[in-house]
């Protein structure tokens, strides 16, 4: 395996990027530059055959200026009048759009009418499909997150998943466009898709079935007390409903006698502002600056709290991850800066671009970088980049595992020479994205090659789901985790599992079960836990084996978290 790509994926992608090559070599000015280049140099080399052998003069095409806009109308208007074929200029208008935009940063985009509605659905509300998010790395498609529940978790995709085929169709490295995408994952409820994933670290292609299904798609994925007295919100995203759900959610965790929360923002892609105002609110005193706004045709917005949160003085920990981005930044950079949490896990993504919507008549539109987000102490969110090159941009994550900063904090990037200060006078950096405060690394111990191979062929859930069809009738009964926790522990589901992952063809070697044990029983039975109690049944159970979150425990049990995480480092 070469860095983070196996060579399937290599393959797959020398192939398309020879086919594509010379699309490839301009970038959204260079594209129309090509174009009429192309247009002019190839056509007019013909023509010049034909006008020579005539006599007749060449044409000069007749331009107000010798703008590359105003050379690309003159081309459209050529096209229109003199191509042989007749063609629609709309399809040949609408790939220029994207190429245009890819000139500038990585989050502005131009969308097509279908392919606005698709990307806004998340958002809003249930849909039948996959239940994935993701993004489309130039050729790729990239799995951004996992909805919580839905199709794709049951049958084991991960984020990070780079999906190579759809039903033996290819689709890395052709430039596929996303509603292209969507058509292929997206379906009826009930019918099957199957799926070629790339996995980092995994060497060959990973073959998958998904049935479709509703979408669930809640901002929370579970709220729970996980040991006396503490409460966990895990929150996906910031939706239309976030505050409504969050609201309910402090509610439930109250009357269960919550006293310190943990607040779980990894995986959480981001979302509507208004949803991170409001959740950062209820820990802020009255007047609090959460992030400010600010671009050079914009002037600087403050996003500041309106009243007194109503947990603003409860002890709280917030947990991040790589794949925290966004408005789950701007919580955790409000938090950090008025020093009123303390951050556990590791680097955020560092996406703080600011996209305005424009909409054209047709339902399509365009996402626009207008402006960006700094944190209450003046640290811009955004991670760096460089105009066009949203292929390195968006390979950071990947570089991120290769140079070991998901392993060791000594790996991480900080831009020292731009040090900021904290309400309370603590030094905090820039550089992209928001550094916890205490660092947790990604756990490798216990990760044995039979728990690979088990967890690659996703044998855990599908064992989980054939238990759960055998066991339905006795299982329903239970309505609290901890009874049904009990109860699994009784049976025999280990000696279950290693007797099915066998007739699959996988048997732990000397030691294995001792190195992976425990992790492969706990994580049967919390999604055992999930078929009977949804979510609430699965994150109680997985916490005891989540070193991020058992950290994060250790730290709000503290009378000053902020103070114990500066102790821990």
Not at 206 to 217: A, Q
Not at 320 to 345: K, P, W, Y
Not at 395 to 412: M, Q, V
Request: some cysteine; overall charge neutral; hydrophobic content about 40%.
């Amino acid at each position: 395996m070469d860095g983070m790509w196996n060579r399937e994926v290599d393959r797959a992608m020398d192939e398309a990027r020879a086919v594509d090559k010379a699309k490839r070599l301009n970038r959204a000015t260079g594209y129309v530059a090509l174009l009429v280049i192309s247009l002019i140099a190839i056509g007019l080399c013909g023509y010049t055959l034909y006008e020579l052998r005539s006599g007749r003069p060449l044409q000069i095409i007749q331009v107000v200026d010798n703008s590359a806009g105003e050379k690309l109308r003159a081309v459209l208007e050529k096209i229109r009048s003199d191509y042989v074929d007749s063609v629609s200029l709309d399809s040949v208008e609408e790939a220029v759009l994207p190429a245009l935009l890819a000139e500038l940063d990585p989050h502005s985009e131009y969308f097509p009418a279908q392919e606005l509605e698709a990307v806004q659905e998340p958002l809003r509300g249930d849909f039948e499909g996959i239940g994935v998010v993701f993004n489309m790395l130039t050729d790729t498609v990239i799995v951004q997150s996992v909805i919580a529940g839905g199709p794709s978790e049951r049958a084991g995709i991960e984020a990070g998943d780079r999906i190579m085929r759809v039903d033996s169709i290819g689709i890395a490295g052709v430039k596929l466009r996303q509603d292209s995408v969507v058509r292929l994952l997206r379906g009826a409820r009930g019918t099957r898709v199957r799926v070629e994933i790339a996995r980092l670290g995994v060497e060959g292609l990973i073959p998958i079935e998904i049935v479709r299904d509703k979408i669930p798609l809640k901002s929370i994925e579970a709220a729970y007390v996980v040991e006396d007295g503490i409460g966990v919100i895990r929150l996906s995203r910031f939706a239309q409903k976030t505050p409504k759900e969050f609201g309910e959610a402090l509610v439930r965790l109250s009357e269960q006698g919550m006293q310190r929360l943990i607040l779980d923002l990894r995986g959480n892609g981001g979302g509507y502002l208004q949803g991170a105002h409001f959740v950062a609110s209820q820990f802020l005193r009255k007047g609090s600056l959460i992030t400010y706004i600010q671009g050079r045709r914009r002037a600087r917005q403050d996003l500041v709290t309106e009243r007194d949160g109503p947990l603003r003085n409860i002890p709280l920990v917030l947990l991040t991850d790589e794949l925290s981005a966004s408005s789950s930044e701007i919580v955790a950079g409000a938090m950090q800066d008025n020093d009123r949490a303390a951050i556990v896990g590791r680097r955020t993504f560092g996406k703080g671009l600011v996209q305005e919507q424009f909409e054209f008549p047709d339902g399509s539109g365009l996402r626009l970088t207008v402006s960006r987000y700094y944190t209450p102490s003046g640290r811009s969110i955004q991670k760096p980049y460089e105009l066009g090159e949203k292929r390195a941009y968006n390979h950071d994550l990947e570089e991120r595992w290769e140079n070991g900063e998901l392993y060791e904090r000594d790996s991480i990037k900080l831009d020292t020479l731009r040090a900021f200060r904290t309400l309370g006078g603590r030094t905090v950096y820039g550089g992209g994205g928001i550094m916890p405060d205490v660092f947790v690394p990604l756990d490798t111990m216990g990760n044995s090659r039979f728990l690979r191979e088990v967890s690659r062929r996703a044998l855990l859930v599908k064992f989980a789901q054939r238990y759960l069809d055998g066991h339905r009738e006795e299982l329903k009964r239970f309505r609290d985790v901890d009874a049904l926790q009990r109860h699994l522990r009784r049976q025999a589901v280990e000696r279950e599992f290693l007797a099915y992952a066998k007739s699959e063809g996988y048997t732990p070697g000397p030691g294995e079960m001792a190195q992976s044990g425990e992790i492969i029983l706990t994580q049967l039975h919390a999604n055992i836990a999930r078929g009977v109690l949804d979510n609430e049944g699965y994150y109680p159970i997985i916490s005891s084996i989540d070193n991020t979150l058992q950290r994060g425990i250790e730290l709000v049990k503290k009378k000053d978290p902020i103070a114990a995480a500066a102790a821990m480092q």
